[in-house]
């Protein structure tokens, strides 16, 4: 379903927002996805949202830490990204985490089709990889990230956690070879041209997903709550959970100039589907929504024991010897008591 935060009841007494009912109305799910927002959020959203964790809802949050968009290199070969600022710094903060204002360079990327000649007045296009489109592989046990195909990112930021009394995990991070540029940056087809070196990809291993679990505070504790409202608040949340994404287009479909819907993970450049990205997805609700642990069952793996081919190798003779005559043996065995029973019960 799609939750308007901004819909409101009017209270027929107050003749104001009925922020109550708001907050009844959105604990009835048990989780909700906030993906690429672009306008940010008043303190009354936030409110609504705090109070819906306090309650033990869980969050998938997806957000952008930069604003940067390759339609912007449509017309022009560079652009600044700048810092995407949703007023939910304070609030991430508060529950154990930050997306910062910059944007991930990796040397695990997929590839974009630049025009390198004309051939009779034909462009000629060669494929280069595009660092701020990261390609992630989890290397995590944790049943959400566990043995995923490729995960594509569109300008993604690194996560920072901060220290407090709730668990962290990084569900997915960035390859060895990473650096980082912080907004205002200068996005450029440049950089395919006059590559920087290699040395300068220094970074490894920068948090771009991240598990929180706990008793989360509420960023409004000690501080002046909306007036004239009967509200329950409730400053200390139960055990609950919430997943930080810093990528909001890992969940976003890409449109077709004709309006077709292309499966989510999409990379138009290149006509390929990363399988990842929707897997993760759907993994990070049911986590977030499962209450039995059926999620675990399904993570779990049943490992084969290979056998061992040096020890086949040389008791090769032997092996085969006891395929054949092991068998043979254990007939022998079972007819000649069937016999003897045979013969004493007619005796």
């Given at each position: 379903?799609?939750?308007?935060?901004?819909?409101?009841?009017?209270?027929?007494?107050?003749?104001?927002?009925?922020?109550?009912?708001?907050?009844?109305?959105?604990?009835?799910?048990?989780?909700?996805?906030?993906?690429?927002?672009?306008?940010?959020?008043?303190?009354?959203?936030?409110?609504?949202?705090?109070?819906?964790?306090?309650?033990?809802?869980?969050?998938?949050?997806?957000?952008?830490?930069?604003?940067?968009?390759?339609?912007?290199?449509?017309?022009?070969?560079?652009?600044?990204?700048?810092?995407?600022?949703?007023?939910?710094?304070?609030?991430?903060?508060?529950?154990?985490?930050?997306?910062?204002?910059?944007?991930?360079?990796?040397?695990?990327?997929?590839?974009?089709?630049?025009?390198?000649?004309?051939?009779?007045?034909?462009?000629?296009?060669?494929?280069?990889?595009?660092?701020?489109?990261?390609?992630?592989?989890?290397?995590?046990?944790?049943?959400?990230?566990?043995?995923?195909?490729?995960?594509?990112?569109?300008?993604?930021?690194?996560?920072?956690?901060?220290?407090?009394?709730?668990?962290?995990?990084?569900?997915?991070?960035?390859?060895?070879?990473?650096?980082?540029?912080?907004?205002?940056?200068?996005?450029?087809?440049?950089?395919?041209?006059?590559?920087?070196?290699?040395?300068?990809?220094?970074?490894?291993?920068?948090?771009?997903?991240?598990?929180?679990?706990?008793?989360?505070?509420?960023?409004?504790?000690?501080?002046?709550?909306?007036?004239?409202?009967?509200?329950?608040?409730?400053?200390?949340?139960?055990?609950?959970?919430?997943?930080?994404?810093?990528?909001?287009?890992?969940?976003?479909?890409?449109?077709?100039?004709?309006?077709?819907?292309?499966?989510?993970?999409?990379?138009?450049?290149?006509?390929?589907?990363?399988?990842?990205?929707?897997?993760?997805i759907m993994n990070s609700i049911h986590f977030l929504c499962d209450e039995t642990g059926l999620i675990q069952l399904k993570a779990k793996e049943i490992k084969l024991r290979l056998l061992d081919k040096e020890k086949i190798k040389n008791n090769k003779t032997f092996i085969q010897l006891i395929n054949i005559l092991l068998p043979l043996i254990i007939l022998l065995i079972f007819a000649f008591i069937f016999t003897k029973m045979?013969?004493?019960?007619?005796?």
């Open positions: 379903d799609r939750f308007n935060i901004k819909e409101f009841e009017i209270d027929s007494i107050t003749l104001q927002a009925d922020i109550s009912s708001q907050v009844k109305k959105l604990t009835s799910y048990k989780a909700i996805i906030i993906a690429k927002p672009t306008i940010a959020f008043n303190m009354l959203d936030k409110f609504i949202i705090d109070q819906y964790l306090m309650n033990g809802g869980k969050i998938l949050w997806l957000i952008d830490g930069a604003k940067a968009s390759m339609d912007s290199l449509q017309q022009n070969k560079s652009f600044i990204a700048t810092n995407n600022d949703l007023k939910l710094s304070d609030q991430l903060f508060k529950y154990g985490i930050r997306i910062n204002t910059n944007l991930i360079e990796d040397l695990r990327s997929t590839e974009i089709p630049i025009v390198t000649g004309y051939s009779n007045n034909i462009p000629q296009q060669s494929y280069f990889p595009w660092p701020y489109y990261p390609l992630l592989f989890s290397e995590n046990n944790h049943p959400i990230s566990k043995g995923l195909d490729a995960i594509k990112c569109d300008f993604a930021s690194s996560i920072d956690t901060i220290k407090n009394n709730i668990n962290k995990t990084i569900l997915l991070h960035s390859s060895k070879q990473s650096r980082i540029s912080p907004t205002p940056a200068k996005v450029s087809l440049g950089i395919l041209e006059n590559a920087p070196p290699l040395t300068s990809f220094n970074k490894e291993n920068l948090p771009i997903a991240v598990l929180l679990e706990g008793e989360f505070e509420s960023v409004f504790k000690n501080r002046i709550l909306p007036k004239n409202q009967k509200l329950n608040f409730v400053s200390q949340s139960k055990k609950t959970q919430m997943i930080v994404v810093s990528d909001g287009d890992l969940i976003r479909n890409s449109v077709s100039n004709n309006g077709d819907i292309y499966p989510l993970g999409y990379d138009r450049f290149i006509k390929y589907t990363y399988l990842g990205n929707k897997k993760f045979k013969k004493k019960k007619y005796a």
